[in-house]
């Protein structure tokens, strides 16, 4: 079957069984994005001292506070560092390490993936890996695309690269293997969904000029929304993947509310709570057939259109 541009049909996810009979899995991920998401934004941004400021509580505060958090409950997490981040805050990202957490992949300076092509695409890859492997000593199994602004082609460059996994997409509830189109055939990538509304930058971030509509939240109302899509992954079978900023989640309230959350998920002998990359290793260890997501034929759709729109 094909939809109306010819195209095969894409199909949901398939369930995915979790280890030891578990219902669901989770996982509290931290983007440290630091001054990198801001000059991402704007390059001049870098001129402004309190904006920097802002952006480096996250290495210099947020982190450490996170570390002794997630080591009270023991719990492992997944950190994407942008290279960037790595270079300017090497200490930070050695600490993440030492204390037995994934680092993964996140762009170098943060820059918006959206329209790049290919080869630009590449060497902000590379210089990532670069900086990554100089100060952490790691060659990260797992990419997260900076604002999840994958390109049709990222998912080849990503293969190209060795990762496992990547976990930018949003078209499902569980982890899928994606098929990826290469000149030896087709192979896959472990994809590990993602959704705004498990992101706390809608919820917390505000930056003049640069982010946020000036509304910071309540941290109990953010958690209550996470705890509710915890919640229903659980009995769904899901898998519950929250993305985090140490420069916003780091804060006292916020982290001291997020560890209220931590707790309860960890405690909970349904649900697994670990690594991404353990995660993606244990869904490519299922055997699972490869799922594609399509790009639409964007002429054949406007050639259906309703005359009268």
């Not at 931290?30 to 934004?41: K, Q, R, T």
């Not at 560092?81 to 050695?94: M, N, S």
């Not at 499902?172 to 990826?180: C, K, Q, S």
């Not at 898998?239 to 140490?246: D, G």
Request: glycine share 10%; proline share 7%.
């Amino acid at each position: 079957m094909s939809d109306v541009s010819g195209a095969p049909l894409m199909r949901p996810a398939d369930p995915v069984p979790w280890p030891g009979g578990r219902r669901a899995a989770a996982a509290f991920t931290f983007d440290v994005d630091a001054e990198s998401a801001a000059l991402a934004i704007d390059p001049t941004s870098g001129r402004r001292m309190s904006v920097m400021s802002h952006q480096a509580y996250g290495p210099l505060v947020g982190v450490p506070r996170l570390l002794r958090m997630l080591e009270r409950h023991g719990v492992r997490s997944t950190f994407f560092v942008p290279g960037f981040t790595a270079l300017r805050h090497p200490g930070v990202v050695r600490d993440i390490v030492a204390a037995g957490h994934e680092i993964a992949h996140h762009g170098f300076r943060h820059e918006s993936m959206a329209g790049l092509d290919a080869a630009t695409e590449a060497v902000a890859l590379d210089r990532g890996l670069d900086a990554l492997e100089q100060v952490a000593g790691v060659r990260p199994t797992g990419f997260r695309a900076p604002m999840w602004e994958l390109n049709w082609h990222s998912p080849g460059l990503l293969d190209e690269r060795g990762f496992l996994y990547d976990s930018s997409l949003m078209d499902a509830d569980v982890p899928y293997e994606l098929a990826v189109d290469t000149a030896g055939g087709t192979r896959s990538l472990v994809e590990l969904p993602v959704s705004w509304g498990l992101d706390d930058w809608e919820q917390y971030c505000y930056l003049p000029d640069l982010s946020g509509s000036g509304l910071v939240e309540d941290p109990q109302k953010a958690v209550a929304l996470w705890r509710q899509e915890f919640t229903a992954l659980r009995e769904d079978g899901g898998c519950f993947l929250l993305t985090c900023h140490p420069f916003l989640s780091g804060r006292p309230g916020r982290a001291a509310a997020l560890e209220g959350l931590l707790a309860e998920v960890a405690a909970d002998r349904g649900t697994w709570t670990t690594t991404l990359d353990e995660i993606a290793r244990h869904v490519r260890g299922l055997g699972l057939a490869p799922r594609s997501v399509t790009p639409p034929d964007l002429d054949e759709v406007a050639a259906h259109r309703d005359p009268g729109v």
